[in-house]
């Protein structure tokens, strides 16, 4: 089984400034079979970002992914109000398809 | 539209089977592979399985195999998640959501609004 691994656990950052996740897979994934879903309070996630770096349909562009084998990113270029939530990365390529435990972005 | 619409909340106790369902409904049913996802209180998502109602063919995650049947009836266009005898642990928001394409090999690009299963012991 894969193992991802986030970090940080919470990022405190401000409206405005860049957020920078990371996701950290135990081995290297086939392709770039890795997905980030973002999930607010009292709500089902939502896809972000699917094959490391392709936008899903409606995403803003101000999000963006990056990354390949077993390091990937996740990039807020400018946090907006809306985009404090949990984000989660996701490894399709290797059944199961394991989570990453989550990166909690909140208001500093 | 795609939707995946899930049945309501339920409160069960200890030992008590269930089932909960998921609908989809505005894409073909048939030829798309439907998951299911756990979320304890508090805590992150966990892959269970998916289905491909089609054929019903079935992948467990080992953390899951036999612990909970997972099912479709395409007739319908509904999934379902059962159990058999449940557990406090089973406590959790439970959501289903589906993949883009015919093979599993694909993120969860719709998802369930969620059923929360509550459990006392």
Do not use: N
Request: hydrophobic share 30%.
């Amino acid at each position: 089984e894969i193992v991802l691994t986030q970090s940080p656990g919470t990022l405190s950052l401000s409206p405005g400034e860049r957020a920078t996740l990371s996701c950290r897979a135990s081995q290297s994934l086939s392709s770039t079979s890795l997905a980030w879903y973002q999930q607010k309070p009292g709500q089902a996630p939502r896809l972000l970002i699917y094959d490391a770096s392709r936008r899903a349909t409606g995403i803003p562009d101000r999000f963006s992914g990056s990354g390949s084998g077993t390091d990937f990113t996740l990039t807020i270029s400018r946090l907006e109000p809306e985009d404090f939530a949990v984000y989660y990365c996701q490894q399709y390529g290797s059944s199961p398809f394991t989570f990453g435990p989550g990166t909690k972005v909140d208001i500093k | 539209e795609v939707q995946l619409v899930q049945s309501g909340a339920e409160v069960k106790e200890s030992g008590e089977s269930l089932k909960i369902s998921c609908k989809g409904s505005g894409y073909s049913f048939t030829t798309h592979w439907i998951a299911w996802v756990r979320q304890m209180p508090g805590k992150g998502l966990e892959w269970m399985g998916i289905i491909y109602p089609g054929d019903s063919d079935t992948r467990y995650s080992p953390s899951f195999h036999g612990q909970v049947t997972i099912s479709a009836d395409k007739s319908i266009s509904t999934a379902y998640l059962q159990w058999s005898s449940l557990k406090a642990s089973d406590t959790a928001m439970y959501y289903c959501a589906r993949l883009p394409g015919s093979s599993f090999y694909y993120p969860f690009d719709y998802w369930g609004q969620g059923t929360l299963v509550t459990v006392s012991s």
